[in-house]
C-alpha cells in the first residue's frame, strides 16, 4: 500500500505538471477567441434557419466557453430548431482539444476527431428537423447567454484562462492518479482486455459519462484514450454525448422535461451508434493511425 504513496502519486503528479503550460496557453488562446468571436457566432446561428444543423455543427466545434449554453438557451426561446440544437451538442468537444493539445497529440488526429464529429452533428441535426422540425417563434429574442458564472468571463481573460486551467489540471491530477491506482491493483494488460471485451458496453458507459454536465466527463474521456485503454470509437461515444454545461442549461430553461429527455436520448442512441461505427470502419484506423499507434 506504501508503494501506492511512493510510486503512483508521484508519477500522477509528475505526468499532470507536464501539461500545465500547455494547459494555460490553450485556455488563453481559447478565451481570446471567444470574447472576439462569440457575438458573431451568436449572430449566425440565430439566422441560420433551415441551415441550422449545418451551420450548427460547424460552428459548435470551434472551442468557445458557453457555446452549448447558449444554444439551450436559443431552443429554449425557440430561436433554434431542434435539430441545431442536437447537431451542436454533438459537435462540441468541451475539454477534449486543451487535453489534447496538452498531451502532445497530433494535430492531424484533433482534426480527424473534429471533422467526425461535424458530420455526426449534420447528419443526426438534419434527421431530427426533417422529423421534428419547429418553427421559431421570432417572439422571444433571448440576449446572449453564455452563463458567465460558469466561464468566470468577467474577471478577464487571464484570470479565467488560469481558472480553467487551474480545475482542468486538477480533474487529470486525479485522473492519473486513479488510473495509476487500477494499474497497480489490477493490472495493465487485465485492465485492457476487460475493456476491450466488452465493446458494447464500452461504448454505453462512455456515453453515458459524456452526458454529465461537466467539464470532467471530457477530461476522462480523452484521458482514456491519450493513455491508450479505449479505442478511437469508444472515446467518440463519449464525445459525441458530451455537451459541457448545455444540458444542464437545457433542463434549466426549457420546462418541456420530456423534450428534454428526448433530446438526451437521442445523443445517448447516436453516440453508441456511431462510436461503434468508427470502429468498425476506417474511421477508427484513421484516426489510430494519425496518433502513431
Known sequence: MIELFTDVLPDAAL??????????????????LEHKASDKTYSIIYRSGRLGPLIGATLGAVPQCGFSAMASNLYAGRIIS???????????????????????????TMVYILLYKIAVGMIVGFACDLLFFRR????????????????????????S???????????????????????????????SSVIHGAPLLSHILSSLIGLIPNCAASVIITSLYTDG?????TMLSGLLTGSGIGLMILFKMNRNVKENLAVCGVLLLFGVLFGILADITPVGDLITSSLGR
Open 15 to 32: 505526468d499532470s505538471l507536464k501539461l500545465l503550460p500547455f494547459l494555460f496557453l490553450t485556455y488563453l488562446a481559447m478565451e481570446l
Open 82 to 108: 431542434v435539430g441545431t440544437l442536437i447537431a451542436i451538442f454533438l459537435s462540441t468537444s468541451d475539454e477534449m482539444l486543451p487535453v489534447m493539445i496538452s498531451s502532445g497529440i497530433p494535430v492531424l
Open 136 to 159: 421559431r417563434s421570432g417572439a422571444e429574442e433571448l440576449s446572449h447567454i453564455c452563463e458567465r458564472e460558469h466561464c468566470h468571463c468577467e474577471r478577464g481573460i487571464f484570470v
Open 161 to 191: 484562462a488560469v481558472i480553467h486551467t487551474v480545475k482542468i489540471f486538477l480533474f487529470v491530477f486525479i485522473m492519473n492518479f486513479l488510473l495509476g491506482t487500477a494499474i497497480f491493483f489490477i493490472g495493465e494488460d487485465r485492465l
Open 229 to 233: 485503454l479505449i479505442t478511437a470509437g
